[in-house]
């Protein structure tokens, strides 16, 4: 499938001060691809020069086919953007606000964005100023989505939506995606990529250091697991078993961590008089953890999928 974004040996310094390096990755047309990583890792760095709002320090990237910066307004064409705090004009009504980027657009179709305001209850007569942190986002996605655009950029896109409202943020996201359209969706929420993504990539210190799909990041999950016995157990018995990351034993217990299938080790555990046998699974946010624990790999593992 063509890439509709496509990052290459991008960099953008502040002076002396790191804001991305070398990343590359790209993003397929008709798919859901969050970007993940906590506040201060490049994600809004990444995203402004791809808006051609920060001119890169090297590097570059495209978005139909447009070069971002020399072609910024070709891309803005087929582009939706959500900024992550939008600063819109704070005596504006959010209805005068929907209405002034319609007519920026050329038009659009009034009774889809009608739907759009009816569906996440957005009272368009109030002040942007007297909005909730909340109903900001909302005007600020309905006038990301109000033209059926080909692309979304949505920068923390579901800040201060409740959680009624995010699941409706979550259907339109598929409904984009039925319609063969394109988001790249920033987040520090892993719950929320899981949810929706079929891709995500993992930026850290202004690093990209993983691009894969969401259920390849599963197959990561290490299993923690206990084992109880009737008598005491040397944990060197399962040090080496397929999978096993560490092993400790106290007394009639042995601890072991576990990447992949659990079946060599509930053979030797049956072999050894096994009296309890417990497992636990770290969920997706522990896997996404464990890459910014000190130590974890810095340099991209999977620049493309």
Not at 5 to 23: E, H, P, S
Not at 24 to 46: H, M, Q, R, Y
Not at 255 to 276: E, F, M, R, S, Y
Request: net charge negative; aromatic share 8%.
């Amino acid at each position: 499938m063509a890439a509709i974004i496509a990052v290459n040996d991008l960099t953008k310094m502040y002076g002396r001060t790191r804001g991305v390096v070398d990343v590359t990755f790209s993003v397929d047309e008709g798919e859901i691809f969050g970007f993940l990583g906590p506040n201060g890792a490049g994600k809004t760095t990444t995203i402004r020069v791809l808006m051609g709002l920060l001119h890169p320090t090297s590097g570059g990237a495209t978005i139909g086919g447009h070069d971002v910066w020399r072609e910024s307004v070709a891309v803005k064409k087929i582009v939706g953007y959500l900024p992550s705090d939008p600063q819109l004009d704070p005596d504006l009504t959010g209805g005068q606000i929907i209405e002034y980027f319609a007519n920026l657009r050329g038009g659009v179709d009034k009774a889809y964005v009608k739907s759009l305001v009816d569906r996440f209850e957005l009272d368009t007569r109030k002040r942007f100023r007297d909005y909730s942190r909340g109903n900001k986002q909302k005007v600020g996605i309905v006038q990301a989505f109000m033209h059926k655009p080909r692309l979304l950029v949505l920068d923390e896109a579901s800040s201060g939506l409740d959680p009624l409202n995010q699941l409706e943020f979550n259907k339109l996201l598929f409904e984009v995606r039925a319609d063969g359209r394109t988001v790249f969706l920033s987040s520090h929420i892993l719950p929320e990529v899981e949810q929706v993504c079929e891709r995500v990539g993992i930026i850290r210190d202004g690093a990209l250091i993983r691009v894969d799909t969401v259920a390849a990041l599963r197959d990561l999950r290490q299993h923690e697991v206990t084992l109880t016995f009737a008598a005491p157990t040397p944990a060197s018995d399962f040090a080496g078993l397929p999978g096993v990351h560490s092993a400790t034993a106290d007394g009639n217990t042995v601890k072991l961590i576990v990447t992949g299938d659990l079946g060599p080790i509930v053979k030797a555990a049956a072999d050894h008089n096994v009296t309890n046998f417990t497992t636990h699974e770290p969920s997706l946010e522990d896997v996404f953890l464990r890459y910014y624990q000190t130590g974890a790999p810095a340099a991209p593992e999977a620049a493309h999928a």
